[in-house]
């Protein structure tokens, strides 16, 4: 086996962690700025030279790892209202760009959308005339799927590498060039302009993690179509509501899913869906797969392979930048899902933007996203981000582990050359738990891999510290949403490499503006957890409303904090402006009066030596009115008693965050129920734990988790029905 000595000495050589050429390129940088100062004092007498003094360090910043600082949590006695992150010192790179970015976002932005190319220059980089619907290049006209294929292939790259298609479920590898995949997103283009589909027309795509989804996708932005994907394997009545609210003129199928030990069928549940729904589709399009073969309807359903062949294949058709690309569903509190939009333009040059800027990664490297098309993530960075930079991406039909074990990830960086992954925290957990030593880490070649990043749910301090140590290579924390389609904070690496501090996604990205309020809406002091707002107008990429439902975009988002957009999340600013982003608002809970941060609960527990992923709800108390509860996953291999490890985990809360939790209960658990993106549904086992009655959410991974999670809440004298 391939070992890791190679990557190592990669990183001496480059000047990284561990490197014995830093002392000497920080000496020869000090020689160089001492040099400059002499010229500029023979030349300006006795003035000094400031600013040539603040570009070295910057130069010389970039090159150096990142530096890990403790989190500043206190909060000052007296202090002006805080809750805005202040940009860095000045003279930063980062600091620049943000300040820039807030002041002159339409100088800021018009210069990255250079680097996209436009059939038409736009009008105005934003048009404000009536807020709170702002709309960034009205009056651009552009193809995003142009930008994402034609465009590299006319630069000469047509034979660059694209897409990897790498199934462990089905032992597939499959490769595709940039001319090979925009060939057949073109013939697939024709095949939907045969079934009727027009510029503006809804393509909904139902299908596993499969290059032909890639396909189906990027065939829709050529024509002007907008698609709207949707999760694989998504209950009947569930698609059935994004049938309707879409109301899409062709489905995009497969035959089936696979996932680890079994396959499920999706014809079964698109027939019972469309059966549901009231806005039946004329067409739809079955892509048959060798595990499960569906039947067809006749008259309705087309087969893939029959409707390629009969295609003709299309060009790309111009459309404006405000126009809507795709439509992404998103749970809604009300039982009806809310359709996030995003328009062409915007998402275009932001993402484009985020390649460099954010993830540094350079055309022609290797990206890979282990996500879900069905999900924000793997539309913007398995689908758009990559394919608009240059760049590979990796298209993964797998899990982190079981796909044969907990050293999946690290064969597939090895043998695909992968330069950066962007993940969940939830998938290095699982690995942690499985591995915990990082065996399987070593016997893989990752000499190639530069950079982790991790966002999706919150990265706690001790995931971030093993992925550390394990890896030998930066983790960055960067915190988004589906609403935001790219990230919101974040160290940004293209930019300027700030010190990492564990459990804080570092800083708002440039074009964000982001506060921490209370209530009422006041800002409030560093170190005070609080409400976290982002002034509007948003930037480029972000959602301009909600599909057909401008009255609930504004009542779901705009409403509480006016101004401002709520991102549902809480957390806090530190002393030194990096932001800490501990729980959802709702997962806030109030014990006898104090209002406690989960997340903050969760990070002790997960510094256990024992423990490798773990979970905090508030449950009902006579007394307190909520309590906290803990959910215990522990390490392969520990024999210790389940009792002793909970009594430890309880001292530790009280130890490190104080008697004022309340912090009593916890239980071992075998794992924690999570959506198919690996965010723990806190919210279900709480209605569990005080025996409220619950729907199974539609986006679970495994629903045979709810009864475990109910046993052992049995156990301990909760999920029991109210009187």
Known sequence: MATRK??????????????????????AARRKTAARKVVAKKKAGKRKAPARKAAAKTKTAKRKAPVRKAPARKAPALRRPAGRIAPAKRGGAYAAAHARSLADPEGFWGEAARDIHWIKRWDRVLDSSRPPFYRWFAGGVLNT????????????????LALIYDSPLTGTVRHYSYARLRDEVARFAGALVREGVRKGDRVLIYMPMVPDAVVAMLACARIGAVHSVVFGGFAANELATRINDARPKVVVTASCGIEPGRVVPYKPLLDAAVAMAAAKPARCIVLQRPMARAELIPGRDVDWATAVAAATPQPCVPVAATDPLYILYTSGTTGQPKGVVRDNGGHAVALKWTMKSVYDVAPGEVFWAASDIGWVVGHSYIVYAPLLHGCTTVLYEGKPVGTPDAGAFWRVIAQHNVAVLFTAPTAFRAIKRDDPDG????????SGFRTL???????DPATLDWAERQLRVPVIDHWWQTESGWPMAANCLGIERLPVKP?????????????????????????????IVCRLPLPPGTLPTLWNADERYKQSYLTEYPGFYKTGDAGYVDDDGYLYVMTRTDDVINVAGHRLSTGAMEEVLAAHPDVAECAVVGV???????VPFGFLVLKAGVGRAEAEIVREVVQMVRDRIGPVAAFKQATVVKRL??????????GTMQKIADGEPYQTPPTIDDPAILPEIAAALGAVGYARPRP
């Open 439 to 446: 065996r399987l880490i070593r016997d893989h070649d990752l």
């Open 145 to 160: 799927c142009y930008n994402a294929l034609d465009r590299h292939i006319e630069a000469g790259h047509g034979d660059r």
């Open 453 to 459: 990043f991790l966002a999706g749910e919150r990265l």
């Open 6 to 27: 190679g990557g190592a000495g990669k990183r001496r050589a480059a000047g990284g962690r561990g490197s014995k050429a830093a002392p000497r390129k920080k000496a």
């Open 503 to 531: 459990g804080s996604p570092t800083k708002p990205v440039p074009g964000w503006d982001v506060r921490v309020v209370d209530a009422g809406g006041r800002e409030v002091r560093r170190g005070e957890i609080g409400a």
């Open 673 to 682: 129920p999570k959506t198919r993106s690996g965010k723990i549904l806190r």
């Open 620 to 626: 009902a108390d006579a007394l307190k009115g909520q």
